[in-house]
């Protein structure tokens, strides 16, 4: 029997509405195939988004129909996630609480408007997703498509079914639903070419080491080469645009990153995090190309920014982080701030030369057409040409302020 819901909008005629459902493959959107036909007697297209994630085409869009979806969609969005998405929010180093990539948050966004893009074309008048009740994707999902299409209704099974994984399992296997995940490997894994994201089942012990099994992309870096390795990252505009002398595309330009760095090791990252509904959550990321790459860029930025550009900028990136973890990045403010983050990055152009060595990705060269190093004024040998008299006068002037008021406060004292 379906069951009506005040948010629903069902059509008296005999004719099914259609859902639009952002499918991943995983447990829980491939439980709710299955359960928005039973509870809501709807039509379900399931759409896929690529941003860098498996499986491949054949089997997500076989899997999907095989559960029972009227249609099953499989976009390639990497590009476009890479352009309009990954590279502004490395502009702006969004790492959320000075950890986190924001991998995850971040891919939010391009499915969103994917989502919207179907359901406009089918005719769809609700989107679904499977996103938890204590998680912040049901916000990054459902602000994004109010801001999109405000005419679309979300259904969010997770909300409603109150299911835990083991329950959610057992409904697949009684409803004949083919799924990846076992009791004996609870984690539930998001990926994509920003990083890889994992948590439950042993993580949720923030006390306990995370097992070999929570790690998947990265070596381990005691078991990384006993050889450093350096590359060269190239920079033009504060976006990389290829590494070791070789240009290519920015899709290519991570997946060749994640690969060399993951084999030593880098991009661990072990985080009890906020989430923006207030809970604390315990996740770890394995973010190879994204730790390379912010790393490298906030050293061109430091040979290449003034220093009161680098310091406002630092407050812009944390709010710039905080838009894309609460899922507002279709905003005014979001929009604006990246006016300003561009603008700072017209100089940003040059290489900067990276030592890859056991879990770290340590900056050990950098050099720009536009630096604003001088060596003249730096160097303590040869070819000083400071006014080193100039630095009397200037010491005087700066504590000034601090010389008077130590002056009054002595005589008020007295």
């Not at 979806?69 to 959320?96: G, Q, T």
């Not at 083919?178 to 990083?195: A, C, F, H, Q, R």
């Amino acid at each position: 029997m379906r069951k009506i819901y005040p948010m629903m909008n069902m059509k008296a005629s005999g004719k099914k509405e259609k859902v639009v459902l952002a499918y991943s493959g995983g447990l829980d959107t491939s439980v709710a195939i299955k359960w928005l036909q039973n509870e809501y007697d709807l039509d379900v297209i399931a759409v896929a988004v690529n941003v860098g994630q498996p499986p491949g085409k054949d089997d997500i869009i076989a899997r999907a129909r095989i559960i029972g979806a009227i249609d099953a969609e499989y976009i390639d969005a990497r590009e476009e996630f890479v352009n309009d998405h990954i590279w502004p929010s490395l502009k702006a180093n969004a790492v959320y609480q000075n950890v986190y990539p924001l991998n995850t948050a971040i891919a939010r966004p391009v499915i969103v408007k994917k989502l919207v893009e179907v359901a406009k074309r089918t005719g769809a008048g609700h989107i679904a997703h499977g996103c938890t009740a204590k998680g912040n994707d049901q916000v990054r999902f459902e602000v994004g498509i109010s801001s999109l299409a405000p005419e679309i209704e979300v259904i969010a099974p997770m909300r409603e079914w109150v299911m835990t994984r083991d329950d959610e399992i057992a409904y697949a296997e009684s409803n004949d639903i083919p799924i990846t995940v076992k009791k004996d490997n609870p984690y539930s894994i998001d990926e994509n070419l920003w990083g890889r994201s994992c948590e439950c089942g042993l993580l949720e012990d923030p006390w306990a080491e995370p097992p070999d099994g929570s790690w998947e992309w990265t070596v381990s870096p005691e078991n990384a080469p006993d050889t450093p390795e350096y590359t060269e990252i190239m920079f033009e505009k504060g976006i990389p645009v290829g590494y070791d002398g070789n240009r290519m595309d920015g899709v290519r330009l991570i997946n060749e990153l994640n690969r060399i760095a993951a084999k030593h090791g880098v991009g661990r990252i072990d985080h009890v995090e906020d989430r923006l509904v207030g809970i604390k959550s315990r996740e770890t990321y394995e973010c190879p190309a994204a730790v390379l790459l912010i790393t490298a860029h906030r050293a061109m930025e430091s040979l290449t920014l003034q220093k009161d550009v680098l310091e406002f900028k630092k407050s812009v990136e944390q709010k710039y982080s905080e838009l894309i973890y609460n899922g507002l990045w279709f905003g005014v403010l979001r929009e604006s701030l990246d006016k300003f983050i561009d603008e700072t990055q017209k100089d940003v152009t040059g290489t900067v030369r990276m030592k890859l060595f056991k879990g770290n990705a340590t900056v050990v060269g950098r050099r720009s057409e536009n630096s604003l190093y001088d060596e003249g004024l730096s160097t303590y040998a040869a070819g000083d040409n400071f006014d080193h008299r100039s630095a009397a006068g200037f010491i005087y002037c700066w504590g000034l302020p601090n010389k008077t008021t130590a002056k009054v406060h002595m005589k008020r004292r007295k």
